[in-house]
């Protein structure tokens, strides 16, 4: 089964950005053929999708984003990234990544993204 690390969260303000990247231990031909995605959980509330983008890099944004965010994928270091401006309180959150293929759906530890006013 395949490994997904998250890092790059942290503490920043409101206005800030910050960059996440889950980094995969599939081969890169695995890595090709998965759909990925970045989700997110606040403390007494259920996870919800962040972003998406699939095999052929199409892309998928939930409407909180608001233009604020970016997915994208890297297939030759097996990363996927996650760049998030104009960061608001409200995004607080630990920040999952996602990775679905044929065979089934897997997720990382996740990072904490922490947003002050």
């Known amino acids: 089964q395949v490994q997904l690390v998250e890092s790059g969260g942290g503490l920043v303000q409101a206005g800030g950005s910050l960059r996440l990247s889950c980094a995969t231990s599939w081969s890169r031909f695995m890595f090709a053929i998965a759909d990925m995605g970045w989700y997110r959980q606040a403390p007494g509330k259920q996870r919800e999708l962040v972003a998406s983008?699939?095999?052929?890099?199409?892309?998928f944004y939930a409407e909180f984003v608001e233009g604020r965010f970016s997915i994208s994928r890297d297939n030759e270091k097996k990363t996927v990234y996650l760049h998030m401006n104009s960061l608001k309180p409200e995004d607080t959150a630990v920040y999952y990544c996602?990775?679905?293929?044929?065979?089934?759906?897997?997720w990382g530890q996740g990072t904490q993204v922490t947003v002050s006013s």
């Open positions: 983008i699939t095999t052929g890099s199409s892309t």
């Open positions: 996602n990775a679905r293929n044929n065979v089934g759906s897997y």
